[in-house]
């Protein structure tokens, strides 16, 4: 009886609401690296001075990079069909302690995503009303709250994050189809001189452009979500959203970057973005109007993505008590409370106020903090993918280990890279310590097993009240 059931065809209702939970999951999924085009290009044009001629040799660069992580999420969701991503990985190949890595690289994603989309939102506003300029910062503090508040009434629903998306890569479409009638119109500032010679100059620019990569591991955690599917079910999601996102991303990034080099879109003035000048200049004041807006909502989505991700992280690593009695958990209780929608409120309390800290540290400014963006999930790249060769390796699996080695390498050197700057290294210091502050409590819990299932845990939705 119950080998006929799972065989039994699909009823029609059932069949025709697949492809919209399809839908909805996957371009709400795919709002974190579709938003980051908003500063990615612009990051890798200021990495290079202002050399439009390199600019689509970086990006180029920067979607094979993305390539490589995907194929080999490809593998690993395959592994992990009910979520968990890089810490269950990283978990299961080295112990229980080391999924904390990963998970304090994702913390600091979560913050970082939130400032950015924020600050970025900004100045997707500023672009078209210049005024608001001096307002900079405290109107990205305020979409900072807004966000968190928007968080704190519950979950506003994948479809919506799914048609914010959709509305801002058919815009982008419209965009790049009006610049091939228009004649190149040079704006901002170029150079013919990046730094450095070409090879080198490319190598040191991509992996400040690599924002693009940040939310692809999203998939891999986020088919925890989809309880209503079983294992195949949810592996076949995850693989289609990781291959979605990359021709999604790879098309909307590569086709204005070779936009930008084509209009002579350089470096902008200090109240704009390339994006919006893109934008500007390639369409009509209404339709460049919508693009800007499109812009903003989809930023705010993916801000209010890691605004649900994060506290609901803090509530999988609070101390709670399962039906059988065991009590599990390291972090205290109260960051594990809800309120009638289901929402960790103090878990969004502490990301709002961090991710509040930083944006004005960066004087609201999404190219401020580019400069830190990007590492930390690095960090969780490789440690999936490291944890994915050993695997690899154990089951004599040669194809898949030099998939895993290559992916690895690829990511270490674009961690290496990014090093080199700087910068990142405060994002992956803070990482570490928040990896090795959650390893201490875990020591101080007794050790309580399940550690490396905490991220499929926090993607986990609760059934609305009604």
């Not at 904390?100 to 997707?124: N, Q």
């Amino acid at each position: 009886m119950a080998s006929r059931r799972t065989s039994a065809p699909v009823p029609a209702k059932r069949a025709v609401k697949r492809p919209i939970l399809l839908f909805a999951f996957a371009f709400a999924v795919m709002a974190d690296p579709v938003s980051s085009v908003a500063y990615a290009i612009e990051a890798a044009l200021r990495a290079l001075h202002g050399d439009l001629a390199l600019l689509l040799p970086a990006m180029t660069l920067v979607v094979a990079i993305v390539v490589l992580v995907i194929v080999n999420y490809h593998q690993l969701v395959a592994r992990y069909p009910q979520g968990g991503g890089a810490a269950a990985a990283t978990g299961e190949a080295f112990g229980e302690a080391s999924a904390f890595i990963p998970i304090g690289a994702l913390i600091v994603d979560f913050v970082l995503t939130i400032a950015i989309s924020s600050a970025a939102g900004a100045s997707a506003v500023i672009a078209f009303f210049p005024g608001l300029a001096p307002l900079r910062i405290p109107i990205a503090l305020l979409l900072v709250a807004a966000v968190a508040g928007g968080t704190w009434f519950g979950h506003i629903g994948r479809t919506v994050f799914a048609v914010m998306t959709v509305g801002f890569i058919l815009l982008a479409v419209v965009v790049l189809v009006s610049g091939l009638f228009v004649a190149p119109a040079p704006t901002g500032t170029t150079s013919p001189d990046p730094g450095h010679a070409p090879p080198l100059a490319v190598a040191l620019a991509f992996p400040v452009a690599m924002a693009l990569a940040t939310g692809i591991e999203a998939p891999s955690s986020a088919i925890a979500q989809l309880g209503q599917l079983d294992d195949p079910g949810r592996r076949r999601f995850g693989r289609i959203t990781l291959w979605l996102t990359l021709a999604v991303v790879g098309t909307i990034t590569l086709g204005l970057t070779a936009q930008a080099v084509h209009l002579g879109i350089g470096i902008p003035h200090a109240d704009t973005t390339q994006i919006a000048e893109l934008a500007r200049a390639a369409t009509s004041t209404p339709v460049f109007a919508a693009f800007q807006l499109a812009t903003a909502l989809l930023l705010l989505s993916a801000a209010s993505s890691s605004f649900q991700a994060g506290p609901g992280l803090f509530k999988a690593l609070a101390r709670h008590r399962h039906p059988d009695g065991a009590t599990t958990g390291i972090l205290p209780a109260w960051l594990g409370r809800t309120n009638s929608h289901h929402t960790p409120y103090w878990g969004v309390v502490a990301f709002m106020a961090a991710a509040g800290l930083v944006t004005a540290a960066a004087g609201g400014r999404d190219q401020e903090l580019v400069l830190f963006y990007a590492a930390s999930v690095f960090v969780s790249f490789l440690a999936g993918l490291v944890a994915m060769s050993r695997f690899s390796w154990q089951e004599r699996r040669t194809g898949f280990l030099v998939v895993n080695l290559v992916g690895a390498a690829a990511v270490a050197f674009t961690l290496a890279v990014n090093l080199t700057r700087g910068d990142p290294v405060v994002s992956i210091a803070a990482a570490l310590l928040i990896a090795a502050a959650l390893y201490a409590l875990w020591v101080r819990s007794g050790r309580p097993r399940g550690i490396r299932n905490v991220a499929a845990e926090a993607e986990q939705e609760v059934p609305e009240v009604h």
